[in-house]
């Protein structure tokens, strides 16, 4: 089958949001940023003392108001009341009438609300004695409440309806990615609109972190300057508001610019330093210029990454150098973090917002803190004033731990973006499931075998590794990396990625609810303990979302993008449809939908407490012990699996994703043949929704016994579907999860030719 | 707490203990690693360290022998092997910057 065309159309910003510490509103810091002006202030969130430095940028008297559902405390965050002042203003300016339209949400993050669980925790690290039982179970009972989704999901209770909502971390790439995934759902045409951004809060964790790390500079952040010595941690939030700039027209808005082209990529080079070369941000750069129809000539401004680090700015410079050629000398770059801080997910979301405004504008705002550039960051500065020049596009960059560089472009609000061919049928050529009872593939992930009792944990010897290179890799990450292993094995026959020096183009999509608990919690011990000169700066990494994302990029050489989804107990469900989305929308050839959760005594502590409450209510079927375990399962566009000999083990049909009102999946199709419910989800939600559908009489595969419960449990789901249709005992499979009533609906069906195709 | 009547080979043996335990590299004998071998390149019997790894001993030595190791190229001849790394330790202390 051949690449169809887009129909994608232009994509216009039409709305802008941030708070920083420069101001509440995107307007107001970019003047202020114009200005030269620095919101760099000593720490007032939380005790300062003991932390390498306390100069950061906070943002000013933030109120952080307490909310109250059916008569009990519900948490807020720092971090979700910014990014709700900074979604809110992006969807007023925008005017998006709401009503029938398709609106969707995606949220990037990092910290979610770690300032909050920071307390909790350390409540519950304190030695028996000096808390009382109460105070304990407290926290306990809170604990879970801060997930990396948490924040997207206040957004979407306060500014609703939102028909598809996502949360994602790529660590400081995030919000870049945020704009990505929307941008993917207008081309696919899931939505009409989308609002996307990230924000981040200043916490304890990323304040000792980057301290360990020593890449604070106590004197604040200067980018690209000779005497710099480091970043300064900052906190805030941007939003944006994308739609198809034929719609904007239509409804007579005007946009502020446009987004033309975007790439993401990685380095799979280190954990915490980027590769010296810039190879990747070179590449980035390239590709999204490409992406936009555009070539180094027609770019009048880079707005830079630019963290101030001793690593990142001369990395940059020659990243820049290599993607632009000759007009590096012409072009001007500039960066915001010696003046906003670091605001790590945020980061790039507010960039966004800046690069839009610079384009309004056609004012270039400086690079605050650069006063002696450094000879290894050869660049156009703009130092001291800023730059009035008209801007026809521009160039943003945004890169993270684990090396996820991600890089936009954007163009005047009369641009037009050239076509971009989308896939035709996404198949599966590869898939593998991890339980405590092993790996399994094939027939034996069709036929997944029950887990031995009391065996809730993977055994070491399974996790085995190259012990060099995986002597980083926390749990989640080990999980992850073994059972990748085993679904790419047949994807990459004769390409053995630990063999091939240059990597390859796969990249990775990453679903977990909860992340590093246990570690947190430990960090934050260590933290009490010790003081924040005495924390772990090589356990630091593993406690960003991304992480496991991160370092398995960099175990098996993926090049390609890499980024984390968290959906709650949907959180493989929830990559799988994003890797699906990518590689629809010819993002990708192909990427790997990999689910995780590791043990946590924490996770199971608290979740011991939620489902006593929610039994004695009679409100939760869901008694299965606590197990841990990690799906994957390798998307390649038919034509890329065709191009490289794979043969399909399975061809996705359909991905519903529904909202908690969905009464019934009304829109779910039937393809013919013998059709098998393969479900883990035990929720009276998710069978009343199947038996509400097309599939009331379809079989149902019985799922194996003792496989234990865990947020992972979807995505083997999945892997076991992929494996029941290869092996031919079933045309056609549905799998159905759901998390507080969302969720999402796959219908597979068998890859081999002359299946029913998409429609 | 290290105590400062320590005999300098003691303290090697220590830190090679320390740092195949705390940077997990598993499968390495600390007897195995020579008290010369260089700590950032695979040359010579050297461990291939880097240079989180680096900050992760910094930390560890600042905990465990209550010295504080200086940051940025002052610290590169300290971090040459494991016997600089102790000459180092073992001279902060005599110096009257250990505790203990």
Redesign the interface.
Known sequence: MSAVSGGRGTIAVTGVGAVTSLGGTARETFERLVRGERGLRPLTVFDGAGYRTTIVAEVAGLEVPAEVESGRRRDASRTSTLALMAAREALDESELPREGLRVGLVVGGTTAGMLETESLLSVLVSPAGEVDEAARKEALARMLSHPLSAPTDKVARELAPFTRIRSLSSACSSGANALVVGATWLALDLVDAVVCGAADALCRVTLGGFGALGALDPEGARPFDRRRKGLTLGEGAGFVVLERARDARARRKAALCTLLGWSSRSEAHHITNPEPTGEAPARAMMTAMRRAGLGPADIDYVNAHGTGTPLNDPMESNAIARALGRDVERVPVSSQKGQIGHTLAAAGAIETTISALALVRGIIPPTGGLEEPDPACALVHVIGAPRDQPLRAVLSSSFGFGGMDTVLCFGSATAEAPEHPRAGRVVVTGSAALTPAGVATGDGLAALPSVPAAQASVPAEILALDPDRARRLDRSSRLAAVVLEAALAPSLRGEEPAADPTGHELGLVLGSAFGAVDATALFMRRLREKGPRLVSPADFPSLVPSSPAGHVSIYHHLRGASVVVADLATSGEAAFAQSHELVAAGEADALVAVAVEERSTIVEQVLAVVFAEARAQAASPRTEPRAEGASAIVLASEEHARAKGLMPLAAVHQVLVFDEHAEALSELTRPEGRAVVVSCDPTSRARDLVRGSRWADAAQLPWPAQQGSHEAMGGIALAVATAVLARGDADTTLCVGTARGRGYAVVLVKGSEGTARCP | MQSSTSSGSDLREKLKELLVSE?????RDPASIADDAPLFTRERGGL?L????A??IA?LV??RFSVRVP?GDEARPIFASIATLADFIAGAAGSGGERG
């Open positions: 940077l997990n590299l598993v499968g291939g880097d240079s989180l790894d900050l992760q930390m600042e905990e940051e």
